[in-house]
Nanobody, 122 residues
Framework: QVQLVESGGGLVQAGGSLRLSCAAS????????MGWFRQAPGKEREFVAT????????IYADSVKGRFTISRDNAKNTVYLQMNSLKSEDTAVYYC???????????????WGQGTQVTVSS
């Protein structure tokens, strides 16, 4: 079992920055790829980014490339999402998740956190 807990969300002005954290527990954490998804009200949950255990080869959705950075600190069992140049359309609940395969598909992620709210104001 893997438990995931997100933190770091909040209210930020457009153009500002936030860093989200996802603390993981469970002995199988190191075998999983980690990803971030987000879901706005009335919208489907969408892929944001994923990263390998080694921290190599991050993959990003086109909508966040150049603005968001995913990273992980395996000594702390934590994955991060640094969000810069935030836009109103980034407003959503952000979820971290774990997958056994490198994927942008929601159904491939088997463990999910409860989510953290990010609100970007104009």
């Amino acid at each position: 079992q893997v438990q995931l807990v997100e933190s770091g969300g909040g209210l930020v002005q457009a153009g500002g920055s936030l860093r989200l954290s996802c603390a993981a527990s469970g002995r199988t954490y190191s075998t999983y790829l980690m990803g971030w998804f987000r879901q706005a009200p009335g919208k489907e949950r969408e892929f944001v980014a994923t990263i390998r255990w080694s921290g190599s080869s991050p993959i990003y959705a086109d909508s966040v490339k150049g603005r968001f950075t995913i990273s992980r600190d395996n000594a702390k069992n934590t994955v991060y999402l640094q969000m810069n140049s935030l836009k109103s359309e980034d407003t959503a609940v952000y979820y971290c998740a774990a997958s056994r395969v490198e994927s942008s598909r929601r159904q491939d992620y088997v463990y999910w956190g409860q989510g953290t709210q990010v609100t970007v104001s104009s």
